[in-house]
């Protein structure tokens, strides 16, 4: 059974950082891309970062360029997302993704965790 867990959101003052952990378990990670995605209340579901099984290879949302970056360590089965310079507009639910897909638009996905910027 797959299991993605997702853990560092919170409450947090713009400006300020976050890092987001999302521990795997049921699968051989290093065989998955994986991806972050966020959804804020009345907006598209929208894919923040993606990092390729080796982590050779990432890519951003243009919103997040430059702010956010994603990392793995597949010792430990986790991905990363260090955000930085948070802005309100951030403020949504984020999930991680692991697809045998590249672009990750199928596969598992965690239950989430929420990122809150106050302004």
């Known amino acids: 059974q797959v299991r993605l867990v997702e853990s560092g959101g919170g409450l947090v003052q713009a400006g300020g950082s976050l890092r987001l952990s999302c521990a795997a378990s049921?699968?051989?990670?290093?065989?998955?891309?994986m991806g972050w995605f966020r959804q804020a209340p009345g907006k598209d579901h929208e894919l923040v970062a993606r990092?390729?099984?080796?982590?050779?290879?990432?890519h951003y949302a243009d919103s997040v360029k430059g702010r956010f970056t994603i990392s793995r360590d597949n010792a430990k089965n986790t991905v990363y997302l260090q955000m930085n310079s948070l802005k309100p507009e951030d403020t949504a639910q984020y999930y991680c993704?692991?697809?045998?897909?590249?672009?990750?638009?199928?596969?598992?996905w965690g239950q989430g965790t929420q990122v809150t910027v106050a302004s």
């Open positions: 049921g699968l051989t990670f290093s065989k998955y891309a």
């Open positions: 993704a692991a697809s045998s897909n590249p672009m990750i638009t199928e596969g598992y």
């Open positions: 990092i390729t099984e080796s982590g050779a290879n990432t």
